[in-house]
């Protein structure tokens, strides 16, 4: 009895330890993972994802890799500017492990290693920008922390491949003294323009001025030149035709001022003073030649008409 109760343990412990000797040597390793073999602590190969075999007791598991693209969170932390306003900065950083073996081992922890550098580096870049440059430029400053992360954690294995600054944010006395600024500088825009609107309005005016003024100037010489053309046909005329036919210019130019003088309705006395017995003499003689059916040089009885005698004094002629 005894004997057989010894078989049955030392059986039953064979099978045990073949159990565990295949679940020792057996390993299944999921997908977007890569584990890492070492051998009495020394690092051997790695294990793909599927269906491995290690020698049992002797190989074990080191590292257990993700190889997928990681996001890893930045926490948050105040940041000085290069003009010593202090900001609340945040970020996250996207990597992912290109050679499972350097990340396993040429790094202790690999995203502890990753979260301090991105901080460090962010307090770098942030530091030598000014708080407008800052807030305006978040993507200089994921381009600048893409390219040192990557050029840094490079000998680690790890490929970072995208950096994003979520937040900056400045303090809330900070926050409300930009807003004033804001204010103040759009109501100084704002006085400027309505001065640049003033002072266009008033260059208009005085160009609207002087170009009235050029144009009055420019009608009053043409209508000079015209009377003086006009003086020297006449001048050319009387030389050509005589006294008379000067004579006969004017005292047509009398009477037609003279008509529309007495045609005026509002008139009821038209006083016209004579003061010189040529200037009778010269409307006496018109009105002889325009009787005579012409003017100078025209058809008529001909010869000269006399010139009339002195004209004692101002004759008043009426109308009723």
Not at 73 to 87: H, L
Not at 117 to 131: F, K, P, Q
Not at 215 to 242: C, I
Not at 248 to 265: C, T
């Amino acid at each position: 009895m005894f004997d057989i109760d010894l078989v049955t343990i030392v059986f039953v412990a064979l099978v045990i330890l073949a159990v565990v000797t295949v679940a020792k040597g057996v390993r299944t390793v999921p997908q977007g993972e890569v584990w890492s073999v070492e051998r009495f602590g020394a690092f051997t190969r790695l294990l793909q994802p599927g269906l491995n075999i290690i020698i049992p007791f002797v190989d074990a598991i080191g590292r257990k890799l993700n190889v997928q693209e990681v996001v890893l969170d930045i926490p948050e932390q105040a940041v000085i500017t290069r003009d010593n306003a202090t900001v609340a900065t945040d970020g996250i950083v996207y990597y992912r492990v290109m050679d499972p073996a350097k990340a396993a081992y040429a790094v202790q922890d690999l995203e502890q290693a990753l979260t301090s550098l991105a901080m460090t580096n962010i307090r770098s870049v942030v530091g030598e920008l000014d708080l407008d440059a800052t807030l305006s430029g978040r993507d200089r400053i994921n381009t600048t922390l893409l390219t040192v992360l990557d050029g840094a954690t490079e000998p680690w294995g790890v490929k970072v491949s995208r950096v994003e600054i979520r937040k900056i944010e400045p303090p809330e006395n900070l926050i409300r003294a930009m807003n004033l600024q804001m204010t103040a500088e759009r109501e100084r825009r704002a006085t400027v323009a309505r001065a640049e609107g003033e002072k266009q309005a008033l260059v208009l005016q005085a160009e609207g001025r002087r170009d009235a003024a050029m144009r009055d100037a420019e009608a009053r010489e043409r209508l000079a030149q015209a009377e003086a053309n006009a003086t020297r046909m006449v001048a050319e005329a009387a030389s050509g035709a005589g006294g008379e036919a000067l004579r006969y210019f004017v005292a047509e130019k009398y009477v037609k001022a003279f008509e529309a003088l007495a045609a005026n309705p509002s008139s009821r006395l038209v006083v016209v003073p004579m003061e010189s017995s040529a200037l009778a003499g010269t409307v006496t003689q018109a009105m002889e030649l325009l009787r005579m059916g012409g003017g100078p040089g025209g058809g008529g009885s001909g010869g000269s008409v006399p010139n009339a005698g002195p004209n004692p004094g101002p004759s008043p002629w009426t109308r009723g």
